[in-house]
């Protein structure tokens, strides 16, 4: 059964709200909150409307509509992927059950805590890019930074309304915290270590669309298999917008990339900072923060937390129904990161303690994808240089790694040795001045910033010089 979304509402939706009227009240009291929220902590730029693609159904032409729209009157809606009435639960001990339509009082804590986790992140985001508007290489890269920032907006409204409709007065008191805590506030900070880092350029922008929102990626991938069918079917919707942040952060890097090699080219020169360029060192660099803060958002090697999720069915794991074996694990073993006598090293544990090992190397493998693509950009411009990832141990603040210092290539050093060369692989004062001294507004239509060479393409068929945004 589909309910047809009603776009009359102050609230579109598809989850039926206009028969619910407690429900109803509750989002609605709700929303001026989020409104004064996203005034004081979302994009700081004034515009009049901005080119943007607004979900007002779950359909294949719903979800995709655009128009120009003043971002304070972006139709946030509440958008659930259709229902399969015969879904049943793919792992862990109520595998082959019906999947839940409402909460189970056991589960009820450990739900609560991981749409909380989700929804801290979405909000999060928004308030770490808020003043990027101000320095955006081009209209179509403001338009894309803004299109991101609704839909990390849309992300809340999605967490939230699943703890107003299915978790009471605590759920009701969780929403509002989140608007609550703030992205490197000292009382109330976010809640995860990366969305407490500053995004104050767009090189920062793009490693974290890349590297973070990716994170998003597989953590809504593996809750996209929640036995709890409302959170599952949210997610899945959540990813289709994610693939549009994935894209920002994937050609961004590329067009960075490009830019710089073409100067490096050009001039038979890698020193490219005073030819206007990012200099691919410090290129380098950015990576090397935003990947190793980035595997932090996994949490520990091993986890009892996710051990429980999984067993009682809230978190699966990526690509679940693809896995060939008894979507149990009670018996299984898998190898994680350790330290070992005092060195980095492998060590066998439980499959189930070691599934978030197991989701970060999913992650890891897609990462490469990015660095293989930016390689190839290098390699066509006839430059022998390559980027990479950091070893797993470098930079690490969570998990087994947490308490000791390793290079990139993931030599163990000593924290004095960290201390006197960590400004040859993580950005310094000097390399976040320099990339800020680069990021002037290019605001003009069919212009671009310096540092960074324009799209291949523009969007929904619209070439890159469309006025994607409409300044006030
Ligand atoms: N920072 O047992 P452990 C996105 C805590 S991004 C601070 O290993 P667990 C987006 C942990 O909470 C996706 N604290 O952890 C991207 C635990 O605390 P308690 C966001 C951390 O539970 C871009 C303790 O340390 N969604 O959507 O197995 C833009 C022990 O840890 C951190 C989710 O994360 C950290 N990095 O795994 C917009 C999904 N890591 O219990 C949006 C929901 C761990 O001792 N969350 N801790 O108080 C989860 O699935 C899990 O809670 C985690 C951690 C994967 C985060
Ligand atoms: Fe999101
Ligand atoms: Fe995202």
Same mark, same amino acid.
């Given at each position: 059964m589909t309910i047809a979304s009603d776009y009359t509402e102050k609230i579109p939706n598809n989850? /039926?709200?206009? /028969?619910d009227r407690r429900l109803q009240r509750a989002l609605e009291s709700w929303q001026p909150d989020f409104l004064s929220w996203w005034e004081s902590m979302g994009p700081a730029l004034p515009t009049r409307d901005v080119y943007l693609r607004t979900a007002v159904n779950v359909g294949r032409e719903g979800w995709a509509h655009f128009d120009f729209v003043p971002m304070r009157d972006y139709r946030w809606g509440i958008f659930l992927a259709e229902r399969d009435p015969g879904r049943r639960i793919g792992f862990g001990a109520h595998k082959g059950e019906p999947a839940w339509q409402k909460v189970p009082g056991e589960y009820r804590a450990d739900l609560q805590r991981l749409i909380v986790i989700q929804g801290d992140t979405e909000p999060a985001s928004v308030e770490q890019q808020r003043n990027l508007g101000a320095c955006a290489p081009s209209l179509y890269d403001l338009r894309n930074l803004f299109q991101v920032n609704v839909e990390e907006g849309r992300h809340l409204w999605a967490m939230v309304y699943l703890l107003h409709a299915y978790f009471g007065r605590e759920g009701r008191e969780e929403a509002e915290e989140l608007l609550h805590r703030n992205s490197g506030s000292a009382e109330a900070p976010r809640i995860l270590g990366a969305f407490n880092e500053e995004t104050p350029d767009w090189l920062s922008f793009y490693m974290f669309t890349y590297f973070t929102d990716r994170d998003g990626k597989y953590q809504l991938g593996t809750l996209k298999e929640s036995a709890f069918d409302p959170l599952s079917r949210t997610c899945e919707f959540m990813l289709k917008e994610e693939a549009h942040h994935m894209m920002v952060g994937t050609t961004g890097v590329d067009r960075v990339v490009e830019r710089t090699a073409q100067v490096m080219a050009e001039n038979d020169t890698d020193d490219v900072a005073a030819l206007g360029a990012i200099p691919l060192p410090v290129i380098q660099k950015y990576l090397n923060f935003h990947y190793s803060v980035s595997l932090d958002l996994f949490g520990g090697e091993t986890s009892t937390n996710v051990a429980n999720y999984y067993t009682a069915g809230l978190k699966g794991r990526w690509m679940e129904d693809r896995r060939k074996d008894d979507h149990r694990l009670a018996d299984d073993s898998i190898m994680v990161d350790a330290l070992v006598d005092g060195k980095i090293d492998y060590l066998e544990v439980a499959a189930l303690t070691g599934l978030n090992t197991d989701l970060r190397r999913e992650y890891i493998a897609d990462c490469r994808g990015g660095v293989s693509r930016w390689n190839k950009i290098l390699d066509s411009a006839g430059l022998p240089h390559r980027l990479k990832l950091p070893h797993a141990a470098f930079n690490r603040k969570v998990g087994a790694f947490a308490g000791i210092e390793a290079a990139p290539d993931g030599e163990m050093i000593s924290a004095a040795e960290w201390e006197r060369r960590k400004g040859e692989w993580l950005p310094t004062d000097v390399d976040k001045t320099f990339v800020r001294s680069l990021m002037r507004p290019v605001h003009e239509r069919g212009k671009i910033a310096a540092w960074i060479a324009p799209p291949r393409n523009g969007i929904n068929g619209k070439p890159f010089d469309y006025d994607y945004v409409h300044l006030a």
């Open positions: 989850v /039926g709200l206009a /028969g």
